[in-house]
């Protein structure tokens, strides 16, 4: 469910910050879902089970973990 008009989108805010190790630690904030207007709350759910955030952020980790 995108939208190009900004006071009518969700915002995601993605924060890097120093981990251990030498490591980073990623941040991820998908916020302000009401914005979208009636059906707000089924594009959230739809962000919960396995193909939503935890696919995306699963993705985003092999993407930027290095190959052995």
Not at 6 to 19: T, Y
């Amino acid at each position: 469910m995108m939208n190009e008009d900004p006071e009518k989108a969700s915002e995601v805010c993605i924060q890097f910050r120093r981990g251990y190790n030498s490591g980073a630690l990623i941040e991820f904030e998908h916020r302000k879902f009401s914005r979208h207007g009636e059906g707000w709350q089924e594009y959230f759910d739809a962000m919960k089970p396995q193909q939503g955030w935890p696919y995306i952020l699963n993705k985003f980790k092999s993407y930027c973990t290095p190959a052995n």
